[in-house]
């Protein structure tokens, strides 16, 4: 329905953005990755998919088409919705996947929270000829440490995505005690695998 919105950023959280265009507000889901590209911007060209559910309307908003066409073949997984889908994107940059999904890493894709090891192994089987082309030459390695930002930015991102603020604490200060100098980005991307 709606191909991308271009506007003024009025907030923005690791897990959603408010984009003003033409004086309507447009509350959008994005993942981290798109969080990230953001970064210090005031206006913005999101591409959207509006997804129409029984209980709901939601618009997710993606900074590359790249990222919105991963995050389409990924729902289009049966078993795989919406929210998974922006995990495993916040998770891993579109390239990642592609990668994971090429090479056939089934355990390093159930690290995702909310994704068992039959749903990734299915993401595999049913993706690896539409996303994984041209990829199986590179293999994922993980992030390890970044500049620096706040642990409660992390928290609040984490519990904004739905885990508990204690194990999301627990696990932002093990991580923080490892890689001390992590940005608020590269906290909540090595919690998403921890939790």
Known sequence: MYEYIT????TLTPASVVVE???VGYFLNISLQTFSQIGSRTEVKLYTHFAVREDAQVLYGFFSRAERDIFRSLIGVSGVGGNTARMILSSFTAE???TIVATGQADVLKTVKGLGL???QKIIVELRDK???GSAAATYV???GAAGETFSEAVAALTMLGFTRQATEKALRAIQQESPAASVEELVRLA???L
Request: aromatic share 0%; glycine share 14%.
């Open 7 to 10: 506007g003024r950023i009025e």
């Open 131 to 133: 996303i994984g082309a």
């Open 118 to 120: 039959k749903t990734a």
């Open 192 to 194: 998403l695998k921890r």
């Open 142 to 144: 993980p992030v390890q």
């Open 96 to 98: 990642e996947v592609c």
């Open 21 to 23: 265009a033409a004086g």
